[in-house]
C-alpha cells in the first residue's frame, strides 16, 4: 500500500499476532483480531469512486524525492508535463469501508450517546489535525486514536472499548471526508487522494487494535 513501508506492515502483523496471543489468554473471542486481519490484507486495494481536477504544485526533483522517500509517492505522477492532475479520489477496503461497515453496524446494535458525542469531537479533531500534502493527499496523526480512547474512558467507562470503536473509527472517516470537501483544488494537488489508506490507514489500524486490547483490559 503507497505509504506504509514493508517494516510498518511487518510490525502491524507483529502486532495483531500478540494481541491474538493475549486475547487467547484471556479466553476472549478470536473474532476482532480476525477483521484486524482482513483489514491488513485489505488495505492495499482502493476503490476509486470519483476523478477531480486539481493543480499539480511546482515541485524540484529534489523535493520529488523527498515526497517518494517519506510518503512513498510514485515519481511517475510528475512525469508528464501537464500543469494540472486528474486526480483519483478512491476509498481504501481495508482503512475505509470495512471499518466504517463495522462501526455502522456496532453502532446500531449497541446504541450509547456517548458513541455520538465522542464521534462528533472526532470529526472536529480530525478536521483540524489533519494536513494536506501536496503530491501526497491527506495525513493524520497515527496517535488521534489515543483521543477517543481517553473520552471512552471518561464517558463510557463500562463499556469504553465499544465506544472507542464506534466513535473513534466513524469519527475519523467522517472527518477525513469533510476535510477532502475543504480543499482548494486550484491551489493544491496531488494524482490521487484515498480515503482511509495513504495517510490515514495508520491511524485507523492503530485505532482498531487499542480498542480490541482495551476490551480485553477492562
Given at each position: ?113 456517548a ?32 483521543v ?17 470503536f ?53
Open positions: 500500500m503507497q505509504g506504509t513501508s514493508r517494516k510498518t506492515s511487518v510490525l502491524f502483523w507483529f502486532l495483531l499476532l500478540a494481541l491474538i496471543g493475549i486475547r487467547i489468554r484471556a479466553d476472549a473471542s478470536l473474532l476482532p483480531p480476525l477483521l484486524l486481519a482482513l483489514v491488513l490484507l485489505a488495505g492495499s486495494i482502493d476503490i476509486p469512486i470519483a476523478k477531480i481536477r486539481m493543480r499539480k504544485p511546482a515541485h524540484t526533483w529534489e523535493s520529488v524525492h523527498l515526497l517518494e522517500k517519506i510518503f512513498s509517492v510514485s515519481l511517475e505522477d510528475f512525469f508528464d508535463k501537464k500543469r494540472f492532475f486528474d486526480t483519483t479520489i478512491t476509498v481504501n477496503l481495508g482503512g475505509f469501508a470495512i471499518p466504517l461497515a463495522c462501526a455502522c453496524y456496532l453502532g446500531m446494535t449497541h446504541p450509547n450517546l458513541s455520538l458525542e465522542i464521534c462528533i469531537v472526532m470529526i472536529a479533531v480530525t478536521h483540524i489535525m489533519a494536513t494536506f500534502y501536496d503530491g501526497f493527499g491527506i495525513k493524520i496523526p497515527d496517535y488521534i486514536g489515543v477517543p480512547l481517553l473520552l471512552a474512558l471518561l464517558l463510557a467507562p463500562d463499556d469504553a472499548a465499544m465506544v472507542m464506534v466513535a473513534g473509527v466513524s469519527g475519523v472517516l467522517i472527518g477525513l471526508c469533510t476535510v477532502l470537501g475543504t480543499i482548494d483544488a486550484e491551489q493544491q494537488g496531488c494524482a490521487r487522494i484515498s480515503l482511509g489508506g495513504a495517510g490515514s490507514f495508520h491511524a485507523v489500524y492503530v485505532m482498531m487494535l487499542l480498542a480490541m486490547l482495551l476490551d480485553v483490559v477492562l
